[in-house]
Nanobody, 118 residues
Framework: QGQLAESGGGLVQPGGSLRLSCAAS????????MKWYRQAPGKQRELVAT???????NYADSVKGRFIISRDNVKNTVYLRMNSLKPEDTAVYLC????????????WGQGTQVTVSS
C-alpha cells in the first residue's frame, strides 16, 4: 500500500518562497506520474503541477513561471518550489501519485497548509 507524506508548508509573506516535499513509500516511485493539487476553502480542488515518469512537466496557468515541480527517483520524493507567492496561493497542497500502466494505482497525501499573508 503506497503512502505519501507532504511537508514544507507554512506561513509566508506575499512575494516569498516555499518548497514543498512529498515523500513516497510502499510503491515503485519511478512508475508514477506525480501531481500537486491545492484546495482553498470554498473552492474546488485545482491541479497545480504535474511531472510524468519521463520528467515532462505541466502547470496551471495561475502558477506558470512561478512554481517548479521536480522529482528525485532515488529519494522517492517530489518537490514543488513556489516563488513569488500571492495571497491567492493560500490553500492546502496535496500530493498525488498516479500509476498509468496496469495495474493502476492512485494515492493521495494528507496535505500541507500554505498561507500567504502579511
Amino acid at each position: 500500500q503506497g503512502q505519501l507524506a507532504e511537508s514544507g508548508g507554512g506561513l509566508v509573506q506575499p512575494g516569498g518562497s516555499l518548497r514543498l516535499s512529498c515523500a513516497a513509500s510502499g510503491m515503485i516511485f519511478s512508475l508514477y506520474d506525480m501531481k500537486w493539487y491545492r484546495q482553498a476553502p470554498g473552492k474546488q480542488r485545482e491541479l497545480v503541477a504535474t511531472i510524468t515518469t519521463g520528467g515532462s512537466t505541466n502547470y496551471a496557468d495561475s502558477v506558470k513561471g512561478r512554481f517548479i515541480i521536480s522529482r528525485d527517483n532515488v529519494k522517492n520524493t517530489v518537490y514543488l518550489r513556489m516563488n513569488s507567492l500571492k495571497p491567492e496561493d493560500t490553500a492546502v497542497y496535496l500530493c498525488n501519485a498516479n500509476k498509468v500502466i496496469v495495474p493502476r494505482y492512485n494515492y493521495w497525501g494528507q496535505g500541507t497548509q500554505v498561507t500567504v499573508s502579511s
